[in-house]
């Protein structure tokens, strides 16, 4: 985190450790890979995602709220159509300062920590996205999918579009003595 002209990095040495200070943050940051299920959903590399987000000074560190809108891009799970959309998560983290009682009780993967007081953001967006993805995109709710029979798209076929089926068992008679009667 040492890269201070990363987007994804807050500084809070401005917010001071005075418990009630806050700082607002609105910002527009891309994601630098593709977050998501490559051919289902994803966030595209290089999409900016849109941070609003609070920064409080709590007696144990600093606490992260707000919102994050991420624009998505797939394909319907039952059509294939494409699906362009977006996410919109809400955050709440502690990040807990180094000295702080929080930050001694806990595991190390249990908080979040500051480091160097500053606050990486990605890992915290990039999580709450990635589980805020729809595990099954579909282009309308309603979406009828795909024909098993010829694979056409349900709401292009011809009302009462099917397929004439055999009976496998009556296979053979039909071949043999064809289907008239």
């Not at 987000?53 to 998505?72: H, K, M, N, R, Y």
């Not at 606050?119 to 996205?129: G, S």
Request: charged share 25%; aromatic share 4%.
């Amino acid at each position: 985190m040492s890269d201070q002209r990363n987007p994804w990095i807050f500084d809070t040495r401005e917010l001071g450790r005075r418990a009630g200070l806050s700082r607002e943050l609105h910002r527009r940051v891309p994601f630098g890979a593709v977050i998501g299920v490559p051919d289902v959903i994803v966030v595209p590399e290089g999409a900016e995602v849109e941070l609003d987000l609070l920064f409080e000074s709590v007696v144990e560190g600093v606490l992260v709220t707000g919102t994050a809108v991420a624009p998505t891009s797939g394909q319907c799970s039952r059509c294939l159509d494409p699906v362009d959309g977006s996410v919109e998560v809400e955050l709440t983290e502690l990040f807990a300062y180094p000295d702080s009682t929080t930050e001694a009780t806990t595991e190390e993967d249990e908080v979040s920590r500051l480091v160097d007081d500053r606050i990486d953001l990605e890992p915290l967006v990039r999580d709450a996205v990635v589980l805020a993805l729809p595990q099954v995109p579909l282009c309308t709710p309603d979406c009828a999918g795909l024909c098993p029979e010829c694979g056409g798209k349900w709401a292009d076929l011809e009302p009462g579009h099917g397929h004439e089926t055999i009976d496998p068992r009556w296979a053979a008679l039909v071949e043999r003595f064809g289907d008239s009667p």
